[in-house]
């Protein structure tokens, strides 16, 4: 036992980078050099955070996040740490190996200490360096509706509603009489914060030959200061990627490097339940069963000799231990729809669109103050104060943009065989919602 631990001892002193140190023989004794920096001759938005150390160049952040609304600016390339593959989970409580994770199996790495323990952790963004732009005049005639749905457009809607419902006839649809028509056209105000978040953790996979840089570059880089070629405006979208200068070799500490764990099928054994007696030993109509010979149980296939290959290190014996960073964009929506003084359902104007009326984008929009329609101002300062408070302080906000819609909104009244009925026509698509259709059959789907 004691010269397993005496070679364990070696191996680890043989791994090279350690976090903190680098294992170089003609570094020995000299002090770190500071990382110098990757990007000359680019201006930061955002300075450095208080955790850069002294002395030591920051990674540097693009100049505007959408440069004329078209950004070209992208990540460098940073030394691959073979994320094409999937991390390995590290042991966990439970689980057959050798031993649990040491103490030391994370960390400390300059800038990101304290993050031991795997978790995720979102990081606040910089201090703001946007204010709203320019306040764009709104349109002001309060008058402009759309007009009227004609009779044609209005029967055929309603005609293909009754063919889409399996229980309803369309004849009220074909010889209904129109009797009047109403128009409750209303707005719908729409705001887009298009944000970034920045959340590491530590990931492990198994040793793929990759080398490791902890101190190899300095001081790594904090998550703000890394560059990353940002998606398309206000869609969703995620990316992953290493931290520079977080990766390190380790002993694998689910098989102590010796790329076999005992076998969690047969806890070590061997041996198995029999599959076609269900341990019984007996089959039936046999007086033995044939596949484990009346023993109950068989050979194990899921191992050999009571072994299976490492899943922490795919055999191998050592693992990559690294930083990963992991930018989130997503695209908020605050939405309002205006009262429209009807017994209509609001919520089915989210299926349809309108007619546009305004539109307004920038890095961070004014709110509206000049709307003919009270409830949209007020809407629209009470979407952006809310978006603010949530996500200015765990997110940055990149780009916003808001819109108001005209919603076509109209009830039709008529008769069918002399009695009188409703619908109601809304949206650009021209659907169609009533609650009193006339024909209706039982079906039974058998």
């Given at each position: 036992?004691?010269?397993?631990?005496?070679?364990?001892?070696l191996?680890?002193?043989?791994?090279?980078?350690?976090?903190?140190?680098?294992?170089?023989?003609?570094?020995?004794?000299?002090?770190?050099?500071?990382?110098?920096?990757?990007?000359?001759?680019?201006?930061?938005?955002?300075?450095?955070?208080?955790?850069?150390s002294?002395?030591?160049?920051p990674?540097?952040a693009?100049v505007?996040?959408?440069?004329?609304?078209?950004?070209?600016l992208a990540?460098?390339?940073?030394?691959?740490?073979?994320?094409?593959?999937?991390?390995?989970?590290l042991?966990?409580?439970?689980?057959?190996g050798?031993t649990?994770?040491?103490?030391?199996m994370?960390?400390?790495?300059?800038?990101?200490?304290?993050?031991?323990?795997?978790?995720?952790?979102?990081?606040?963004?910089?201090?703001p360096?946007?204010?709203?732009?320019?306040?764009?005049?709104?349109?002001?005639n309060?008058?402009?509706?759309?007009?009227?749905?004609?009779e044609?457009?209005?029967?055929?809607?309603?005609?293909q509603?009754?063919?889409?419902?399996?229980?309803?006839?369309?004849?009220?649809?074909?010889?209904?009489?129109?009797?009047?028509?109403?128009?409750?056209?209303?707005?719908?105000y729409?705001?887009?914060?298009?944000?970034e978040?920045?959340?590491?953790?530590?990931?492990?996979?198994?040793?793929?030959?990759?080398?490791?840089?902890?101190?190899?570059?300095?001081?790594?880089?904090?998550?703000?200061?890394?560059?990353?070629?940002?998606?398309a405006?206000?869609k969703?979208?995620e990316?992953?990627?290493?931290?520079?200068?977080?990766?390190?070799?380790?002993t694998?500490p689910?098989?102590m490097?010796i790329?076999?764990?005992?076998?969690?099928?047969?806890?070590?054994?061997?041996?198995?339940?029999?599959?076609?007696c269900?341990?019984?030993?007996h089959?039936?109509?046999?007086?033995?069963?044939?596949?484990?010979?009346?023993?109950?149980?068989?050979?194990?296939?899921?191992?050999?000799g009571?072994?299976?290959?490492c899943?922490?290190?795919?055999?191998?014996?050592?693992?990559?231990?690294?930083?990963?960073?992991?930018?989130?964009?997503?695209?908020?929506?605050?939405?309002?729809?205006?009262?429209?003084?009807?017994?209509?359902q609001?919520?089915?104007?989210?299926?349809?669109?309108?007619?546009?009326?305004?539109?307004?984008?920038?890095?961070?929009v004014?709110?509206?103050?000049?709307?003919?329609?009270?409830s949209?101002?007020?809407?629209?300062?009470?979407?952006?104060?809310?978006h603010?408070n949530?996500?200015?302080?765990?997110?940055?906000?990149?780009?916003?943009?808001?819109?108001?819609?005209l919603?076509?909104l109209?009830?039709?009244?008529?008769?069918?065989?002399?009695?009188?009925?409703?619908?109601?026509?809304?949206g650009?698509?021209?659907?169609?919602y009533?609650?009193?259709?006339?024909?209706?059959?039982?079906?039974?789907?058998?």
């Amino acid at each position: 036992m004691l010269e397993r631990m005496e070679e364990h001892k070696l191996l680890r002193n043989m791994e090279g980078n350690y976090y903190g140190s680098v294992a170089q023989p003609h570094l020995m004794g000299q002090p770190s050099q500071p990382m110098m920096n990757a990007y000359p001759g680019v201006n930061t938005m955002y300075g450095p955070p208080p955790s850069q150390s002294m002395g030591a160049a920051p990674f540097v952040a693009p100049v505007s996040p959408y440069p004329n609304l078209n950004s070209s600016l992208a990540a460098p390339t940073y030394p691959p740490v073979g994320m094409d593959s999937p991390s390995a989970p590290l042991l966990g409580p439970g689980a057959i190996g050798p031993t649990a994770p040491s103490s030391d199996m994370f960390g400390p790495v300059p800038g990101y200490e304290g993050i031991g323990d795997n978790s995720g952790r979102f990081l606040p963004p910089p201090p703001p360096a946007l204010i709203p732009g320019p306040a764009v005049p709104s349109p002001e005639n309060a008058e402009w509706t759309i007009p009227c749905i004609s009779e044609d457009a209005a029967k055929e809607a309603f005609l293909q509603y009754a063919k889409e419902s399996c229980c309803y006839g369309t004849s009220p649809a074909q010889d209904m009489v129109f009797k009047e028509f109403t128009s409750f056209n209303t707005y719908r105000y729409r705001l887009e914060t298009f944000t970034e978040s920045r959340e590491f953790n530590w990931q492990t996979k198994p040793f793929d030959g990759h080398a490791a840089d902890v101190g190899v570059h300095g001081t790594p880089p904090q998550p703000w200061d890394i560059p990353v070629q940002y998606p398309a405006l206000f869609k969703d979208d995620e990316k992953k990627m290493p931290v520079p200068g977080t990766s390190s070799i380790k002993t694998c500490p689910q098989c102590m490097g010796i790329g076999k764990t005992t076998c969690t099928k047969c806890a070590g054994t061997g041996r198995v339940q029999c599959t076609w007696c269900h341990g019984t030993g007996h089959r039936d109509g046999e007086d033995s069963c044939s596949t484990c010979q009346g023993h109950g149980t068989e050979s194990c296939r899921t191992c050999s000799g009571a072994m299976q290959c490492c899943q922490g290190c795919s055999g191998k014996g050592k693992v990559v231990n690294f930083i990963q960073l992991t930018v989130t964009w997503k695209n908020n929506i605050f939405e309002f729809v205006a009262d429209h003084n009807s017994d209509f359902q609001t919520d089915l104007f989210k299926k349809v669109t309108g007619e546009k009326l305004f539109t307004d984008e920038q890095h961070l929009v004014s709110p509206l103050v000049t709307f003919p329609k009270q409830s949209i101002n007020k809407a629209s300062q009470d979407g952006q104060n809310e978006h603010y408070n949530t996500f200015s302080s765990t997110s940055r906000i990149l780009r916003q943009r808001q819109t108001i819609e005209l919603l076509p909104l109209t009830k039709v009244h008529y008769t069918w065989k002399e009695n009188p009925y409703s619908y109601f026509v809304y949206g650009r698509e021209n659907k169609v919602y009533t609650t009193n259709y006339p024909q209706k059959c039982c079906c039974v789907l058998l």
